[in-house]
């Protein structure tokens, strides 16, 4: 997570902002909160897959880092 903050970080002065999407994990609150505050980052928690599609549509790029689902494809 620390890796996806200080991208943050560097994009925030091109007026980019990183969404996250996705449950809390024992390590990922406390910072990603820390940069929302600050206005790095948004974070929205868990969302159910058909609006988590819908809020990444016209974004410039996404990307999935499903880590705990072994043989399963990311869905979003």
Same mark, same amino acid.
């Given at each position: 997570?620390?890796?996806?903050? !200080?991208? $943050?970080?560097?994009? $925030?002065? *091109? #007026?980019?902002?990183?969404?996250?999407? #996705?449950? @809390?994990?024992?390590? =990922? !609150?406390?910072?990603?909160?820390?940069?929302?505050? =600050?206005?790095?980052?948004?974070?929205?928690? *868990? =969302?159910?897959?058909?609006?988590? =599609?819908?809020?990444? @549509?016209? $974004?410039?790029? #996404?990307?999935?880092? $499903?880590?705990?689902?072994? !043989?399963?494809?990311?869905?979003?």
């Amino acid at each position: 997570m620390t890796e996806s903050i !200080g991208l $943050a970080e560097r994009l $925030a002065p *091109y #007026g980019i902002r990183l969404d996250f999407i #996705g449950s @809390e994990a024992r390590d =990922v !609150g406390s910072p990603l909160r820390r940069a929302q505050r =600050v206005g790095l980052a948004a974070w929205f928690g *868990y =969302v159910l897959d058909r609006h988590a =599609v819908l809020m990444a @549509e016209g $974004a410039m790029a #996404g990307l999935s880092l $499903a880590d705990d689902i072994i !043989g399963t494809p990311p869905t979003k």
